[in-house]
């Protein structure tokens, strides 16, 4: 293995949780530029908005040479299909791009917030990816790097909505595109945690809205693909403290969003006191979030009525993953012990859709939670796609068990 394979192995372990910690020291801040060669023309998704230089963007990625652009870009809205405006990083190598351009990957990253403050291009390290995307950089891959609707740039976070997710994953690539003209059509996705329901999505998604370009395969790491099981969970108070940190997230994605949704029926005492402080994802306050968490009584995320958790149920029935065959080849890299997604939930969509005819290698780790995931097969498989090579199929038998002993993981901030 090379030097950067192993580098790429490393950082792949590292990205299925984010942090968004604000506690990095305080430099010299050297004022955005803008990318006058930026393509203005479209209106369409993945149009440009914006395109500005990031001159303070992580060390390692500067080290490199490496075009670094921060974008607003149009996008569309997976609940109502209305257009949105999303903000990304995307990532041009340095030198002279291969035939055809620079293959491209879209990183989706994992849970970072609820919040606009709490967009990963709004940190100079991304929330810790840049050292995944500094090995993308050296391995000539550009890089588009959402921060997803409502993180990063006004407007309202669907927090686990996956179709959101996903079209904003496509669009980041089409706006790459528009900030250079050596970008290829070919781009593959890599994700975990939210980011890997995002990743699922993408593939599902780009079947009919991404005909223009030409996706080879995604990666989906831990993926929030089906959380329905929360309504449920959260009714017989057996929702894990990791899952009610991110059950909370979903009550105020869909609070602000969806208009009529009635919040008072799934948050009752103080919880309903501590709201605003459970939205915080970094600055001074952060640690009002940590104490709310810690002091939450699970009797205060009781539905009201039965009828009441029916509803939910429903509604998260509704954006649950599969919602369609996919495009192209998938890889699902998930753990047995995983304290946010039961793994359950994975296998059950992971069935669903290899009955769409969908090619998924799946892999269980049955050792593995959420944050210490393995995600070194990924790195194979997803250079194989780009090389056209046959996708491996566990469809329709049970996904392989694959034990592994690497144990090195990260931080996470709110769950999914």
């Not at 020291?25 to 209106?43: L, R």
């Not at 709490?118 to 993308?136: H, W």
């Not at 009002?288 to 995320?301: I, K, Q, T, V």
């Not at 056209?388 to 144990?407: F, G, L, M, V, Y």
Request: negative net charge.
């Amino acid at each position: 293995m090379t030097k950067v394979a192993r580098a790429l192995c490393a950082a792949v372990l590292t990205v299925v949780m984010v942090s968004c910690s604000n506690g990095a020291a305080k430099v010299a801040q050297i004022a955005p530029t803008p990318i006058a060669t930026a393509d203005f023309s479209g209106t369409g998704p993945g149009s440009l908005i914006e395109a500005m230089s990031m001159p303070n963007i992580d060390r390692k990625i500067r080290a490199l040479g490496a075009k670094a652009v921060r974008v607003v870009y149009r996008s569309t809205s997976g609940i109502d299909d209305t257009p949105t405006e999303v903000s990304a990083a995307v990532f041009i190598p340095t030198g002279t791009a291969p035939p055809g351009g620079w293959p491209v990957i879209a990183y989706a990253h994992g849970t970072s917030g609820i919040n606009n403050d709490c967009g990963p291009s709004l940190s100079p390290d991304l929330y810790g990816a840049a050292t995944l995307i500094t090995q993308y950089l050296k391995l000539g891959f550009a890089v588009a790097a959402t921060d997803y609707q409502g993180l990063g740039h006004p407007g309202a976070h669907p927090y686990l909505d996956a179709k959101t997710a996903g079209l904003n994953v496509i669009d980041s690539v089409r706006a790459l595109r528009a900030v250079s003209k050596d970008v290829s059509t070919s781009w593959g996705v890599f994700g975990g945690s939210q980011g890997g329901g995002a990743s699922w999505a993408a593939n599902e998604q780009a079947t009919t809205y991404a005909t223009d370009l030409n996706l080879v395969g995604t990666v989906a790491l831990v993926p929030a693909a089906d959380i329905s099981g929360f309504a449920a969970a959260a009714a017989t108070q057996t929702l894990t403290k990791d899952q009610q940190a991110a059950y909370i997230w979903v009550l105020m994605g869909l609070q602000r969003t969806r208009p009529d949704f009635p919040i008072d029926d799934y948050r009752h005492g103080q919880l309903t006191q501590d709201w605003d402080a459970l939205s915080i994802c970094t600055g001074p306050r952060a640690e009002e979030r940590a104490r709310a968490l810690n002091d939450l009584n699970p009797a205060d995320l009781v539905p009201t009525t039965p009828e009441a958790e029916q509803r939910l149920t429903d509604l998260l029935t509704r954006t649950a993953l599969p919602q369609q065959p996919t495009a192209a080849p998938m890889q699902v890299i998930y753990g047995g012990k995983d304290s946010y997604i039961n793994p359950e939930w994975t296998t059950t969509a992971i069935d669903r859709a290899c009955a769409l005819g969908d090619t998924i290698d799946a892999i269980l780790q049955p050792d593995k939670g959420h944050g210490d995931i393995d995600g070194t097969p990924s790195i194979q498989w997803l250079g194989e796609r780009f090389q056209n090579q046959p996708a491996p199929n566990t469809c329709p038998t049970p996904p392989r068990d694959e034990s592994s002993t690497n144990t090195e993981s990260g931080t996470e901030s709110g769950g999914g």
